[in-house]
């Protein structure tokens, strides 16, 4: 490579740098803004002016969302759902993905086909559906209403589907001969090389389930019953709306996911990589 080439091409490296970084200062403009601005008093806030610091620091909205709202029981309705979600989402989309790979069934192509048809079926289109079979069967308000509706997830099938697939036939011919049942082959022989891809996908969907909004907020008329992401919209001081206790209940609202996502970093990436193949 001649000196103008090489040139040329620190040239382009250095350009991509300066636009990743730039993007990312974007990107991250919106979250330190909130940060800061849950950390200024309300009058500094609501000035006409942009200040990218505060003149002066103050904790004081942080305690009242800790003190004043119901924020505590807030956390626990988001764990309690965003946990049951994952739960039964994870197992039942292992145990579908297996039969998918492994057993032969009638109507199986036709089950896996509906699952990838799911796909092209936005879970928004079915909120009506949704919400009148809660109502009929009694259960908004409750945290029975926030799990069912949220449990499909037709990528996490698909992601275990492909790795039962990837497994060597040899362990299940050799299981079938040792007369173990399809429980055992699966707890025994499958699920030990998978708890890596089982971690990621449970970390995602956790995640994704801490984080929904629209379908809580529909199900959930009662302020003890509302998740983290709805609950903080209903912080409010006494004179009406306050920017900066509702930007320090979303920070508080955020605290768990960001920590989960960086303690678990590797893992959400792998399981964001699986999905993205599959829906690419």
């Not at 009506?128 to 499909?152: E, K, R, T």
Request: with cysteine; hydrophobic share 55%; net charge neutral.
């Amino acid at each position: 490579m001649t000196a103008a080439n090489a040139g040329r091409w620190n040239l382009i490296g250095l350009s991509i740098t300066l636009l990743t970084v730039f993007l990312a200062v974007l990107w991250a403009f919106p979250l330190y803004w909130g940060i800061v601005s849950s950390l200024k008093p309300e009058n500094e806030v609501v000035r006409p002016y942009i200040e990218l610091w505060p003149d002066t620091f103050t904790f004081e909205h942080y305690i009242f969302a800790l003190t004043e709202t119901e924020i505590g029981r807030w956390y626990i309705n988001s764990i309690a759902t965003a946990a049951g979600i994952t739960i039964l989402t994870v197992s039942t989309s292992m145990l579908c993905g297996y039969a998918l790979s492994q057993l032969q069934f009638p109507g199986r192509k036709a089950l896996y086909l509906l699952i990838l048809a799911s796909f092209m079926v936005p879970t928004q289109t079915l909120i009506i559906n949704h919400f009148v079979l809660i109502a009929n069967m009694g259960m908004l308000n409750s945290w029975a209403g926030i799990i069912l509706p949220q449990l499909i997830h037709p990528v996490v099938i698909i992601v275990y589907k492909q790795f039962f697939d990837s497994v060597p036939k040899d362990f299940r011919e050799a299981a079938v001969m040792d007369n173990a049942s399809e429980f055992r082959i699966l707890f025994k022989i499958y699920m030990p090389m998978n708890w890596g891809v089982t971690t990621a996908l449970s970390i995602v969907v956790f995640i994704w389930s801490w984080n929904a909004f629209l379908w809580p907020f529909l199900a959930v008329t009662r302020t003890n019953m509302m998740t983290i992401t709805v609950g903080i919209t209903q912080v409010n001081d006494t004179f009406g709306i306050s920017y900066a206790s509702q930007l320090s209940a979303a920070v508080l609202a955020g605290l768990p996911v960001a920590l989960a996502y960086l303690l678990f970093q590797r893992r959400v990436t792998q399981a964001i990589t699986l999905s993205a193949g599959i829906k690419g």
